[in-house]
């Protein structure tokens, strides 16, 4: 007998919102029941993205009474993640929450609390991991292509923030800052390359050239716009990251190499090859990561792909591949990033309260 279809809520039917619902309309095993956003503009565009009859809430409250659902999207603004999450937490729905996990450490620490309690799964959307190029380079990793790992170093040169509704993510009250906003992608993958936690944070960055004459009911933009970010790991691996938000007429919009005692390898998105560069000087071979999935999305596919694990997860009684610790250490070195730019100086993960593991 053919299960029934997972019944999916989303929680914020903006950008994001509206990204989960097409990922969605491309996979047969789930179907979108209702949206919540407090937003009109963003409710209808959320149902015609739906492109059928589907129920709408304006309070997400009573989208998470409802009786019909399996599952909830939470693709709101950064700053009301927590709120939200305390709200969708308290019931028995597995939750997909995107990134970031929350704006600030001790958010993060309350969710992580709360979810101690909780039977139904909780995933956190890093969904830079299943981009199929990049999981390609992961599994070669872990096949042991580079041997043990020492550096890591991930390039993102991209172009400015896009606009957004009320024009939330131009400040750092509201996303977490660039780096937690941004960046906790690529943090994430750091550690799930070096199979370690941060112990330390050096940064330098600024806001150079975007969003310099905008100013909203008398705020100016805040958001970084560039910077550098080396990270030390408990294991003795490093981690750099080259973060430039106004380098749009670059080839390749991020460029990841992971380099160890045996090869360097490399990945670029966009791109759909892995480079294997062995130091016996033999040359680089390339590894074929082409994005087979009918819906490619903002982010190669990755979206899509996330939906049909979670699904997986969801239905086999397992625990979500993406967890809130993930998700919690990415907003960390977002955050400590950010205390190091402002104070001009190593930021520790214990000085924000956390105890790294080299395991």
């Known amino acids: 007998m053919t299960p029934s279809p997972v019944r999916y809520g989303i929680i914020g039917s903006g950008m994001m919102g509206c990204e989960h619902i097409d990922d969605l309309a491309h996979i047969p095993d789930a179907v979108v029941v209702a949206l919540a956003d407090p937003v009109p503009s963003s409710l209808e565009e959320g149902a015609r993205r739906v492109g059928r009859q589907v129920d709408t809430h304006v309070d997400h409250r009573d989208l998470l009474a409802r009786d019909d659902l399996d599952a909830v999207v939470i693709a709101s603004p950064n700053f009301t993640h927590a709120s939200i999450l305390a709200d969708a937490m308290a019931t028995d729905l597995a939750i997909l929450v995107e990134k970031p996990l929350c704006t600030t450490i001790a958010d993060c620490l309350e969710v992580q609390r709360r979810d101690a309690d909780r039977d139904a799964i909780t995933w956190v959307g890093l969904e830079y991991r299943f981009i199929p190029a990049v999981s390609a380079l992961l599994a070669q990793l872990r096949s042991g292509a580079a041997g043990a790992i020492h550096m890591v170093s991930i390039r993102e040169h991209r172009f400015p923030f896009l606009a957004k509704v009320g024009d939330w993510n131009r400040f750092t009250a509201n996303t977490g800052g660039t780096l937690v906003e941004k960046c906790c992608h690529f943090f994430d993958l750091m550690r799930q390359i070096v199979g370690a936690d941060p112990v330390r944070v050096y940064a330098s960055g600024g806001q150079d050239v975007n969003h310099l004459d905008e100013v909203y009911d008398g705020r100016r933009a805040d958001m970084l716009d560039n910077a550098y970010v080396i990270v030390d790991f408990a294991n003795g691996a490093r981690g750099a990251l080259d973060l430039s938000m106004f380098a749009e007429g670059g080839r390749y919009e991020q460029e990841i190499a992971v380099v160890g005692d045996r090869a360097k390898v490399e990945t670029t998105f966009p791109g759909d090859v892995v480079i294997i560069g062995p130091r016996d000087r033999s040359g680089p071979r390339e590894i074929?990561?082409?994005?087979?999935?009918?819906?490619?999305?903002?982010?190669?596919?990755?979206?899509?792909?996330?939906?049909?694990?979670?699904?997986?997860?969801?239905?086999?009684?397992?625990?979500?591949e993406v967890t809130i610790d993930d998700g919690l250490w990415s907003v960390a070195m977002g955050v400590g990033a950010h205390r190091s730019i402002e104070e001009g100086r190593p930021v520790t993960m214990e000085e924000l309260g956390l105890t790294p593991s080299a395991d």
């Open 288 to 320: 074929p990561a082409p994005a087979d999935v009918p819906y490619l999305g903002f982010h190669g596919g990755s979206s899509y792909i996330e939906h049909v694990r979670f699904i997986d997860c969801l239905r086999g009684g397992r625990q979500p």
